[in-house]
């Protein structure tokens, strides 16, 4: 635990000034942002008495060893600064919101040639409108399905698109009149778009025009005496009005407006947003949030906005936004809102009326969120709690380990040998942190094994040292943070990297690699491979990490220089906490080494042909049939493919007469000989029955 004095800036030397500034922990993390009117007044109350501070913010100083700011012009400035910041750092004493799942979007891709209309999730990409976002996709489809009737829009997918247009038929949807088929080209590009904005037109809230609009068809088509026709734009008229009853009014005025309401405790709190458009509620979604500072509800609505709108542009920014409580100060944050719409946005509570009966709606919706939200984390919270505390106990460490990283390795009879190591931080999994290693045969410069044959324990040494060493590297740079390529860097892993999710960071605060080390090492192993992390973590001098291992067979928990393994009672939380880091670590490995594996199998003589591309190789492998007749021809036979040379000929010739043939593979299911131009699925299903 730190004391704030010995980092305390001298005085005078902060500037009384608007700006944001950043506190960084020993490691040089950043652990919290924040924005200042005054960064003089702001960074002086940190250091005060302890004794006077929010238990919350007490925790902050006393984590931080270092405080640094930049200065900004102006308070707007100074809200989009912190805002850039809490996105890149994700400082751990910052309050971040959590969707509680991902939304569906209703969306129209109005950057392809055929806009398409389909259920999106995820982040928002360029050229697409949105809608929404709704509790339920089914909500969704059922929208579409009854305008699709009037707005035959194209909903199928490109392959499906492609494949109808080679056979020149459209699909069932275009039979039954719900698209206007352009991949037959029923309708011009010109007129399917247009077809698609007015989809899009109808969906922002502009329908009294249009109803009016088929209500004057009909009664012209009645009048002529098309009575099919006027009954069709009959069915038309009624198929909106049902879609436009499954969002009812609740603004009489036709507003366009966002309705934020904020439910809170002490230590958390829920946030629930309803998207109003033309008077109709088009989307709703909420988020929540542990209070890791002293906030108020107005600093949890000003965050709120930021995370709401930070990514927006134009009118996904409404013209009105109504809160329950204004940030301090509020012009700022206006302004800042309105620049990201491009006009005034009016950010306001409501104080009578229709929007203010709204918000009382939204707010419950909000303490519902909040309550139920609590319901299901009690449960997890104690049951993570009581795992973390039982594995403490059963291993005799001082506390509980908040971070355990655990090491695996997968091979098939001792080829392509790889290593995983997943991180779980207070129980959960961190898969940002999860890596991958190629196994070398040896740490650092020094040969230890040439890797042949199947040796876990010498695998599990080498990737052990390997990750402890990086640690110390960075650790011996005396604050220097900076990433150099080492030799034994490892291949990335595959989970989402998402920047400053709990890692060191290096002089701007960004995330890196292997810099913070775990509480519990975790080894897939009995004690051969528990003895050989030891014994790397021994010779690298770290003594304060324990290790342990989990053998498969009988569930065991083995500790470094003990004859006994410790047995957990088949009902522990510790234990069940203990398998889930176990069985990640294993799929994590096993991923790897399949994707190497089908890498390798893939891998052709004609590979290495310099100056040969994708396209010549499979004409040559189209023309001989294998890569074994390709082998046995001669220059001259291979001239005769088209487009390949004499001198390209002869270097392929030289190619496979240097590489020598494989041996014939067996397909263990059938017992048949399997040609070398490649192993079918059925080999590489018996092989998977021999993974470690």
């Known amino acids: 635990m730190a004391d704030p004095s010995s980092y305390r800036p001298k005085p005078g030397q902060i500037p009384d000034s608007p700006g944001v500034y950043k506190f960084r922990d020993e490691h040089g993390r950043v652990i919290y942002v924040g924005k200042a009117k005054s960064l003089r007044q702001r960074l002086a109350s940190y250091f005060q ?10 925790t902050m100083v006393t984590t931080a060893a270092a405080v640094e700011w930049t200065v900004v012009s102006t308070e707007v400035e100074a809200l989009q600064l912190e805002y850039t910041w809490i996105k890149e750092f994700d400082p751990r004493f910052n309050v971040k919101y959590r969707d509680d799942k991902s939304y569906p979007y209703l969306a129209v891709t109005l950057n ?32 579409v399905d009854l305008m699709l009737r009037v707005f035959p829009v194209r909903t199928c997918s490109a392959g499906v698109f492609k494949r109808s247009a080679q056979i020149g038929r459209p699909c069932l949807l275009g039979y039954i009149g719900k698209c206007s088929a352009p991949c037959v080209e029923r309708i011009s590009a010109a007129d399917h778009r247009e077809l698609a904005e007015e989809f899009c037109d109808f969906m922002a809230g502009r329908t009294g025009a249009y109803l009016r609009r088929l209500e004057r068809q ?14 069709r734009l009959r069915d038309d008229i009624g198929a909106l009005k049902r879609a436009m009853e499954k ?25 629930q947003i309803f998207h109003v458009r033309g008077g109709r509620v088009r989307g709703q979604r909420g988020w929540v949030t542990d209070k890791v500072e002293a906030v108020t509800t107005g600093d949890l609505v000003e965050h709120a906005l930021q995370q709401l709108y930070g990514e927006e542009q134009g009118d996904a920014v409404p013209k009105e936004v109504l809160v329950p409580a204004l940030p301090e100060p509020v012009e700022p944050v206006a302004q800042w809102l309105s620049h990201r719409r491009g006009s005034q946005v009016s950010l306001r509570i409501p104080q009578r009326g229709d929007k203010k009966d709204l918000m009382a709606t939204v707010g419950r919706n909000a303490q519902q969120a909040l309550a139920l939200h609590k319901t299901k984390r009690a449960s997890d919270l104690t049951t993570r709690s009581r795992a973390l505390e039982e ?19 997968s091979h098939l009879q001792g080829d392509d040998v790889v290593a995983s190591m997943v991180v779980f931080e207070d129980g959960l999994a961190r898969k940002s942190e999860y890596r991958r290693f190629q196994i070398k045969g040896r740490v650092g410069d020094e040969q230890v094994w040439h890797g042949q044959g199947q040796d876990d324990v010498r695998s599990m040494h080498e990737v052990t040292a390997r990750r402890f060493r990086r640690y110390l590297q960075e650790k011996q740079r005396s604050g220097e943070w900076t990433e150099e390529p080492a030799e034994d860097a490892p291949v990335e892993a595959d989970g989402p990297m998402e920047p400053g999710a709990g890692r060191p960071v290096d002089e701007d605060g960004r995330p890196k690699r292997f810099a913070y080390p775990p509480q519990l090492v975790v080894v897939d192993g009995g004690a051969p491979q528990v003895a050989a992390a030891r014994r790397a973590l021994d010779e690298l001098g770290i003594d304060d990490v324990a290790v342990c291992g989990l053998a498969k067979r009988l569930e065991e928990v083995w500790l470094p220089g003990e004859d006994d393994p410790v047995v957990l009672p088949r009902s522990s939380e510790g234990l069940y906490l203990l398998q889930r880091v176990r069985d990640e670590a294993h799929r994590f490995a096993l991923r790897y080494q399949r994707t190497k594996r089908g890498k390798r199998l893939k891998a052709s003589p004609l590979d290495a042909v310099a100056g040969l591309g994708d396209t010549r190789r499979q004409a040559l492998l189209k023309h001989f049939g294998s890569l074994k007749k390709l082998r046995a021809a001669t220059v001259d036979e291979i001239c005769e493919v088209p487009g390949v040379g004499r001198k390209t000929a002869e270097t392929v010739v030289a190619a496979l007469a240097g590489a020598a043939p494989s041996a014939p593979a067996v397909n263990t299911a059938t017992g048949e000989i399997i040609e070398d131009d490649g192993a079918p699925p059925a080999a590489l299903s018996a092989e998977r029955g021999q993974e470690r």
């Not at 009909?218 to 009954?231: D, T």
Request: net charge negative.
């Open 247 to 271: 969002s009812a009014v609740v603004l009489a005025d036709a507003t366009d407006a966002d309705l934020i309401a904020v439910a809170e405790d002490e230590l958390e709190a829920a946030v």
């Open 112 to 143: 392809e040639e055929f806009p398409r209309v389909q259920v999106m999730r995820g982040a928002k990409k360029k050229g697409v409108r949105y809608f929404g976002p709704y509790g339920h996709a089914w909500a969704i489809r059922e929208t």
């Open 391 to 409: 594995i403490a106990e059963a291993l005799g460490l001082d506390s509980v380990p908040l971070r355990i990283e655990c090491f695996d390795i």
């Open 218 to 231: 009909m009664q012209e088509a009645a009048e002529e005496m098309e009575y099919e026709r006027a009954a």
């Open 49 to 58: 008495d302890l004794a006077g501070l929010h238990p919350r913010t007490r």
